[in-house]
């Protein structure tokens, strides 16, 4: 298994097959299509037909494949937040995957999925998984603190506060009458 590692620095991509090219092309993807929108890069290394796996799509986008996936959630988020810096911190790669571990940050100024702009400066940290075929990203996998965001723009009740106990309860009584409707 061959493994390779960066630091994030700013170099030449080109996206060939070894670990090293494949973290830099997942580096300036991530990088330039959120922070310069440059999507001429998304459709040069974003297969036709690659599967993203991200619990915090809106529920429209989930059938997309390719690069339209990633072209309509950076329109999104740069919508929102105009001025967004994403961050490539660390980058692992082994194999055909890269692994990259980033943080964002941006002023909600635009509409988010329904949720009107706040004014709020949010920033957040995730980790993404980009899978190669072939010189292009096949798969992309990733998690991120969008519990944490939705809490900096007010849009999730603080942590330990009387907003959150109460809907922790709710959802407790939720979860029980679910669990009597399923069993019977």
């Known amino acids: 298994m061959s493994s390779g590692v960066t630091n994030g ?10 670990p090293g090219e494949l973290s830099e ?7 330039q299509s959120f922070n310069e929108g440059n999507f001429d890069l998304v459709d040069q290394l974003v297969a036709s037909d690659a599967v993203s796996h991200d619990p915090a799509t809106p529920a429209q986008m989930r059938t997309l494949r390719g690069p339209e996936v990633l072209k309509r959630t950076v329109s999104m988020y740069r919508a929102a937040f105009p001025d967004v810096r994403i961050t490539v ?10 692994v990259l571990r980033w943080h964002s940050e941006g002023t909600h ?10 004014g709020a400066h949010g920033s957040v940290t995730g980790i993404s ?3 190669w075929k072939a010189g292009k990203v096949v798969e992309a996998w990733a998690e991120w ?8 723009l007010d849009a999730a009740p603080p942590e330990g506060s009387i907003g959150e106990k109460i809907g ?5 009584l939720t979860a029980r009458w ?7």
Request: glycine share 10%.
């Open 89 to 98: 911190d660390d980058v692992i790669a082994a194999d055909d995957k890269v």
């Open 25 to 31: 092309a997942s580096r300036k993807l991530l990088e």
């Open 9 to 18: 620095a700013d170099e030449a991509v080109t996206a060939t097959t070894g």
């Open 109 to 118: 100024r635009g509409d988010l999925a329904g949720l009107a702009p706040t």
């Open 168 to 172: 922790m309860g709710l959802q407790r």
């Open 129 to 131: 998984i980009d899978r």
């Open 145 to 152: 603190d969008n519990l944490g965001l939705a809490r900096q």
């Open 178 to 184: 679910m669990r009597k409707k399923n069993q019977g």
